[in-house]
């Protein structure tokens, strides 16, 4: 059976247009979900739920999987008591998203080996995920880094 161009049996592509908006939205809301509860909400729960349990990202520090993130989750979080992520922006593309963010807190507690110093922190950064099924599978970070070493007291700002 021959078809036409404009007599087509193909599936039209609105299914699919319809299935990758809504992938999309899930995954923007899965990237404000993960900030929100895990960082802000203080969840530590949160991590086993949005965070694979082999997931990697560009900071060895964080080492790599779910366990390695808990460690340097606390870590934060002791050194910073108020610690804050406000989400910016949010903008995906299938399972990549990428979250604007600022982090705020006062360091009242160690941290990279330091004590207290009271000092409030207030830096920009950049989240670029890939989700999937909701779950956060790998990341890239990058972020003011010196800039928050500085206004710890920790470096010189020249």
């Known amino acids: 059976m021959n078809q036409s161009p404009n007599n087509s049996t193909a599936p039209s592509n609105s299914a699919n247009t319809e299935s990758?908006?809504?992938?999309?939205?899930?995954?923007?809301?899965?990237?404000a979900t993960f900030f929100e509860e895990i960082w802000n909400m203080k969840?530590?729960?949160?991590?086993?739920?949005?965070?694979a349990e082999n997931a990697a990202g560009n900071d060895?520090?964080?080492g790599v999987g779910r366990e390695s993130f808990k460690v340097q989750w606390r870590k934060w979080h002791a050194g910073f008591s108020d610690l804050h992520f406000h989400v910016e922006e949010i903008i995906a593309e299938g399972e990549?998203?990428?979250?604007?963010?600022?982090?705020t807190g006062t360091h009242d507690g160690e941290f990279l080996g330091h004590q207290a110093t009271g000092r409030k922190?207030?830096?920009?950064?950049?989240?670029?995920?890939?989700?999937?099924?909701g779950i956060v599978v790998s990341g890239f970070d990058a972020w003011d880094a010196l800039g928050f070493r500085q206004q710890l007291g920790f470096i010189p700002e020249d």
Not at 96 to 103: F, G, N, P, S, Y
Not at 121 to 133: K, L
């Open 96 to 103: 990549r998203v990428v979250t604007r963010w600022r982090l």
């Open 20 to 31: 990758s908006a809504e992938l999309v939205a899930a995954n923007k809301a899965a990237a």
């Open 43 to 51: 969840s530590e729960s949160a991590i086993d739920r949005l965070v």
């Open 60 to 62: 060895p520090k964080f």
């Open 121 to 133: 922190v207030d830096v920009d950064g950049v989240s670029i995920d890939t989700i999937r099924d």
